[in-house]
């Protein structure tokens, strides 16, 4: 190989190849057990009312291991169910991507589980850990990698089961979080309408110690409540990262239209993580959105981290709310810090 000449150094890179994304179908599963609020209050000193009115959640639902329920089943379920959704075989999947940091095993990765479970064959398989961002890291993901040309046909899946690191005597945490899935899958297509119109994925992991689990003792600052703060537990400074998620919530959706060119009245349906309802509703009234264009359903759930926003896409899909050419905001926030929105044109 010789040197390149300095035209082939100048020469602008090729365009990218003109491709559509579209999602074709999507699913979701959710334990069958139902924990009330009243169930968490009894074990670390809240109330239903408290925890009501501080987050709008009422009951939350938490995998029974005993029943076999886990990370992997019910991510797997999920895109079992997605995949039906879009009347897509398993094996006609290129690549799973799966959004948790609350995987069974830390190694192999739940999408090789999953993949394996469906019959994908030989498709590539691989988690994104983000936290609650980590379904819209890896829509943006796969959706960037379908664009390039590189994936065809991809199932990307958000799941988080929180409970299996959740201290449930530490109310800053016990009351908020759920376990839940949700997925979808997508597919080129030479509708180049359809896909992202714009997408923003950000981090600052200086804030990393606002939301955390220590693996060991030396995670642990110095000065911490040790009654608080345990290894393979959950910790969370719950009234910063609340500050953290109403900033951060705004700025996002903010960000989003002004790189699209576009004003929230064009939103069709904001799809964002169920984080705690105030945080929801500061969002809505500092940009004056109505209750038909943000979805809500964390009275039911609660906090289901990574599975919040493909479970509420599932259902509002399901309900038949979303429809082909609709613009549709996904949002997401969480431990890294990390803030990640995904605008599609469907
Ligand atoms: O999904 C990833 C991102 N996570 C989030 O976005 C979560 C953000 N944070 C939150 O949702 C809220 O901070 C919590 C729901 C976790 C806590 O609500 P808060 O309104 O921020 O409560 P606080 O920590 O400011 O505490 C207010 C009061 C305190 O009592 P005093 O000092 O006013 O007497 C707390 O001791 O409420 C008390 N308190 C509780 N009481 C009953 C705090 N937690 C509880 C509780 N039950 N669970």
Redesign the pocket.
Known sequence: MGTPSAAAVSAKPPALPKIGVAILGSGSAVPTRVVSNDQI?AL????DD??FQ??GIRNRRICDPADGESNRTLCTDALRRALESASVAPNELDLVICGTITQDMRCPSTACLVASELGCGTAAAWDIGA??CGFVYSLNTAHDLIRSGSFKTVGVIGCDTVSAITDYTN??V???FGDAAGAVVLRATDDVSKGVVAQCNHANGNGWQE?YMPGWDEHIKDGADRALVRTGCLH?N??E??KF?VTTFCSLIKETLDKAGLSVEDVDMFVC?Q??I??LEAASERFGIDKEHLYVNIEKYG?T?AGSVPLCFDELRRGGRIKEGQLVMFVA???GLTWSSSLWRM
Request: proline residues 0%; contains cysteine; aromatic residues 10%.
């Open positions: 209050a670390c000193d809240s109330s408290w925890i501080r987050t936290a609650c109310r800053n016990a009351i908020l939301l969370m719950g009234r990262v609340f998620a993580h984080s705690n105030r945080i906090n981290s926030f969480g431990a």
